[in-house]
């Protein structure tokens, strides 16, 4: 008997925070979350700015010559290309919410 799992996940409801049973992880993870929700908007842009600009660099890299022969490095160049083809679809989508709202 006590080699079966003693799983109470899907049995049990979660607890609320800030509770007895709940712990103090909860708490920490909303305290977390809370102090980063005002910085996401600037780090998210950060990131996706940084994400498209070293996408071009590695498209210029990867499409010489030389690197376009090898087919490990078109593969490569394509996948920067979709990349950069979400970043720049995030980079409007981001611009555009200041419309919207």
């Known amino acids: 008997m006590d080699d079966e799992p ?3 996940q899907f049995t049990e409801p979660f607890q609320y925070p800030y509770t007895d049973k ?3 992880i909860p708490a920490v993870v909303i305290f ?3 102090a980063y929700r005002p910085y996401h908007y600037y780090v998210l842009t950060f990131l996706i700015a940084f994400s498209v600009i070293a996408n071009i660099l590695i498209l210029v890299v990867l499409s ?3 690197m376009r022969s090898v087919g490990v490095n078109v593969t490569m160049m394509l996948m920067a290309f979709c990349d950069f083809v979400c970043g720049s679809t ?3 989508q ?3 919410r200041n ?3």
């Open 6 to 8: 003693n799983c109470t």
């Open 22 to 24: 709940a712990g103090t």
């Open 32 to 34: 977390i979350v809370t």
């Open 64 to 66: 010489e010559k030389e």
């Open 90 to 92: 995030a980079v409007a």
């Open 94 to 96: 981001l611009f555009m």
């Open 99 to 101: 419309y919207v709202e």
